[in-house]
């Protein structure tokens, strides 16, 4: 998990996928699913979602960037998908 959650650190604006998560835990996709559930509560995916969201929420608060070139930073390629996870997240928009 730590070489997994390591890697996420790493790439999070990068396209990532669970196959690719799973080879850098040298673990199958099945394991890689149940360990990040048991580890922590979320899907691979919902975590990356997560950890991109928080760097985010950091960026907004101290950088003059755009909420576009913000959301472009943390890995998200559509502006509306990335408001509708903030909002989802933290229940105001990034505005």
Do not use: H, W
Not at 2 to 29: H, M, N, P, W
Not at 31 to 54: D, G, H, M, Q, V
Request: charged share 25%.
């Amino acid at each position: 998990m730590r070489k997994i959650l390591g890697y996420i650190a790493e790439k999070y604006d990068q396209d990532i996928t669970l196959e690719e998560l799973a080879k850098v835990g040298f673990i199958s996709v099945t394991k890689c699913l149940k360990l990040f559930k048991e580890y922590t509560s979320l899907s691979p995916i919902a975590y990356l979602i997560k950890y991109r969201l928080n760097i985010a929420y950091e960026l907004i608060k101290e950088s003059d960037d755009t909420i576009i070139e913000i959301a472009s930073k943390v890995g998200f390629s559509s502006q509306s998908y990335f408001t509708r996870m903030f909002v989802k997240e933290y229940k105001v928009t990034p505005l």
